[in-house]
């Protein structure tokens, strides 16, 4: 949660809505955007930790705002974050690790978990069908990311069809 | 659209009467009828040494206006099942039920027949005649499934209508990109208004676009009523379906309808966890 608020503070000063409110712009329905008071929260921590800087704007008919804006030492984070490969592991997965262990714990039958894994993940390719086809046709980041979680699944069924090959 | 069927030709005489197989297990009673049933269908194939058995005993169903789809790693003998359900290779043993008449002994030439009037068939390569135009394509197989120059000739305005492919109507296949040539072949398949249409890997020499287009066009005509029996490898393709079958060394493993799964409020967010 940090990054992408220093990366959106990076193309110009924002307050917390306003931040929220470009997070869901960009991704529309296809993900979901953290609530505000995680927002809030982010930001106090990047505050303390020297990242931006707060400064409360009066209002006259509400709440006073405080507006957030990179310092230097922010700019460098968001700088370094863009520059590096990201490498962090790609997957999680419990699944495999039941496949692994559960036939010889006695407690899953290697055909019965591959079925229902696969069951599952098409599914989720259902639903995110669905998910693609009521995105409006402008929200090109949106309908990449749906695209991009369909493809993780059909690499996660053809790793299952491989398992299922091997295992059975 | 209205959908007119027409009876099957007769059983052949030779074959002796037989009681249409139990219905599948589980039925519910408002489920549509049977449209397509195999049982204990076996497929060995004995070029060379040993015999291999491509399809195992497989028994299944597809109701009139459902949409099947059959997975299996390749060499799982999902192709060879479809032919077999089409008449194009003859099965080792077994039945083949289409509407309640026993279709498995039939010879070539009724099969032929049976295709002509109540099947679609697509295949990966599309299969065009090269030297008709697409308009041709599509308007031919609606006169030898039976319908009048005038109807042949509204429905393949009305398909081609439907693709996008006006423009191209009186362009040769060649001229045609990939998809577009498979979008063709679909709108030839359906020309006839078949009961069922059966399709092997219609997706599997596509680009994604491409790919999206024809299952777009698949799953229009579902919705209007068109049954479907899909063998692929793409999984995309398959989660469309109403049901899908798994089969594994010529026998199949898993069969069970697909429900939307709960994207836990997190849409794309529950398969991709966007860090930073």
């Known amino acids: 949660m940090r990054l992408p608020l220093l990366a959106l503070l990076a193309k110009e000063p924002a307050h917390g809505y306003e931040l929220k409110a470009r997070l869901e712009q960009t991704f529309g329905d296809a993900y979901s955007s953290p609530n505000i008071g995680q927002i809030y929260l982010t930001l106090q921590r990047l505050e303390r930790a020297g990242l931006v800087r707060g400064q409360d704007v009066v209002q006259s008919d509400r709440p006073n705002k405080r507006v957030y804006e990179l310092t230097a030492a922010g700019q460098e984070a968001v700088a370094t974050w863009a520059e590096e490969p990201s490498d962090e592991p790609r997957i999680r997965d419990d699944f495999f690790m039941k496949l692994a262990l559960g036939p010889a714990a006695g407690v899953a039958d290697p055909l019965t978990l591959i079925n229902r894994q696969r069951r599952h993940y098409l599914g989720l390719l259902r639903s995110l069908s669905t998910l693609a086809e009521a995105a409006p046709p402008g929200n090109k980041i949106g309908r990449l990311l749906i695209e991009g979680a369909m493809l993780h699944l059909q690499a996660d069924l053809d790793w299952l069809e491989r398992c299922q090959e091997e295992l059975l | ?276």
């Open chain 2, 1 to 276: 659209m209205t959908r007119v069927h027409v009876a099957l030709g007769r059983r052949p005489a030779a074959r002796p009467r037989q009681q249409a197989p139990d219905p599948a297990p589980d039925p519910v009673p408002d489920e549509p009828p049977m449209l397509l049933r195999s049982v204990g269908l076996t497929k060995v194939f004995r070029t060379g040494g040993q015999p291999v058995h491509a399809v195992r005993g497989v028994d299944l169903w597809v109701r009139r206006g459902e949409f099947v789809a059959v997975m299996g790693p390749s060499g799982s003998g999902k192709s060879t099942l479809l032919h077999m359900l089409g008449g194009l290779e003859p099965a080792s043993g077994g039945e083949i039920w289409l509407d309640n008449q026993r279709v498995d002994g039939l010879t070539q030439a009724k099969w032929a027949i049976l295709r002509r009037r109540h099947i679609g068939f697509v295949f990966q390569f599309f299969n065009l005649v090269s030297s008709m135009s697409v308009a041709d394509n599509v308007e031919v197989a609606a006169l030898i499934g039976g319908a009048s120059r005038r109807a042949a000739r509204a429905r393949r305005e009305e398909l081609l209508a439907d693709l996008g492919l006006t423009a191209k109507a009186q362009a040769a296949p060649s001229q045609l990109s990939g998809g577009e040539q498979q979008r063709v072949a679909v709108a030839r398949a359906l020309a006839h208004r078949p009961s069922l249409l059966l399709t092997d890997e219609p997706t599997g020499n596509l680009d994604s676009t491409n790919t999206s287009a024809v299952l777009r066009l698949l799953r229009r005509s579902h919705a209007d009523g068109q049954a479907i029996l899909l063998v692929t490898h793409d999984a995309r393709a398959a989660s469309m379906a109403d049901r899908v079958i798994n089969l594994f060394d010529g026998m199949i493993v898993d069969d069970a309808a697909v429900r939307p799964a709960s994207l836990r409020g997190n849409a794309a967010g529950s398969v991709l966890d966007l860090r930073g």
